[in-house]
C-alpha cells in the first residue's frame, strides 16, 4: 500500500491513500502554476478547509457544487460556503477537538494559532476558528496539516496523536502579496524556516514536508537545512515538491514523481 500526495501550491494537496481521497484548502484559481483546475478533480471523498483565506478557501465552492463531496471545516468557511451556494447539507463545521467522521475519513482537528475571516454578499463580516488537521489514510501513515499556524508548543500534539507526516508551511506565496489589502509587506509566513523545522521535532515527525508557496524559495531551502539539525532521532526525513509534483510515502520510503508521473 502507499499514500500518494499531489502538491498544488500554497497549502492545497490532493491526497489518495489506498482506499480514500481527500482534498485540502484547494486554491486553484489564481495560481499560475496550479498543474490542474477545479473542473479536473475526480470526486474527494472529503474537502478540509483549514480556515477562510482566499489561498486556502480558494475553489472549494466551485468542486463541492460539481462533486457534491462533503466538507469539513470551521464556521466562517461553512457560512461563506453557503453563501456561495453550497448545500448546507455537504458541510460539517468543527472545531479543536471535536474528531469528525465523513465518508470512512477520521478527521482529527487540532489547535491552529491563526484566524479565519471572511466576507459575505451582503457585507457581514464572519469570524471562525481555524483549524490543523491530522488524518490517517493507512495504518502508519498519520498526516498533520498546519493550516496555517504559527508556532507554539507542538509537543503534547505530538505525543498523543503521533503524526508520522506533516505539512509543515515554512513561508509566504509571494506571488500572490497583491491579494493583500493594506500598506504593509508581509515579510514572513506564518512560520519561518526555522520555526517549521522546530515543529517537525517537536511533532515526532518521520516525514516533514514544506509548503505555503508556489515556487521554492530561500526560506524553503533554509527550511530543508534546519530540519536535520532540529532532529533528535536521526531519521527524519524532509522533501519540498514543487507544484505539480506527487510525493509517494510507502512504508519507511518515499519519492518524488513528477507532473508526467516519472
Known amino acids: 500500500m502507499s499514500t500518494r ?17 481527500i482534498l485540502i484548502d484547494p486554491f486553484l484559481t489564481g495560481n499560475d502554476l496550479a498543474p490542474c483546475g477545479p473542473d ?20 472549494t465552492p466551485a468542486i463541492a457544487k460539481r462533486t457534491g463531496a462533503p466538507v469539513i471545516c470551521d464556521a466562517a468557511v461553512r457560512a461563506k460556503l453557503i453563501d456561495d451556494g453550497v448545500d448546507p447539507d455537504q458541510i460539517t463545521p468543527t472545531t479543536w477537538g471535536i474528531v469528525v467522521e465523513v465518508a470512512g475519513v477520521v478527521v482529527r482537528p487540532v489547535e491552529c494559532h491563526h484566524w479565519s475571516m471572511a466576507t459575505l454578499s451582503d457585507g457581514r463580516t464572519v469570524i471562525g476558528n481555524p483549524i490543523a488537521f491530522i488524518f490517517e489514510t493507512e495504518p502508519g501513515v498519520r498526516i498533520y496539516h498546519y493550516g496555517d499556524t504559527c ?112
Not at 500526495?5 to 481521497?21: K, M
Request: charged share 25%.
Open 151 to 262: 508556532i507554539f508548543d507542538m509537543r503534547l500534539i505530538g505525543e498523543l496523536y503521533k503524526p508520522t507526516v506533516g505539512l509543515l508551511g515554512c513561508t509566504l506565496p509571494r506571488e500572490l502579496s497583491h491579494l493583500i489589502p493594506g500598506p504593509g509587506t508581509f515579510l514572513t509566513g506564518e512560520m519561518d524556516p526555522d520555526e517549521a523545522a522546530r515543529t517537525a521535532e517537536m511533532l515526532g515527525l518521520e516525514l516533514a514536508v514544506a509548503c505555503h508557496y508556489l515556487a521554492p524559495n530561500e526560506d524553503v531551502d533554509r527550511f530543508v537545512e534546519l530540519v536535520p539539525q532540529y532532529d533528535t532521532t536521526g531519521r527524519r526525513r524532509v522533501v519540498a515538491p514543487l507544484v505539480g509534483e506527487t510525493l509517494v510515502v510507502d512504508g519507511d520510503r518515499h519519492w518524488i514523481e513528477g507532473k508526467d508521473g516519472s
Open 5 to 21: 500526495l499531489t502538491y498544488h501550491g500554497a497549502a492545497s494537496y490532493e491526497i489518495v491513500g489506498p482506499t480514500q481521497r
Open 40 to 59: 479536473d478533480f475526480e470526486t474527494p471523498d472529503v474537502i478540509l478547509v483549514s480556515h477562510a483565506a482566499v489561498d486556502h478557501y480558494g475553489d
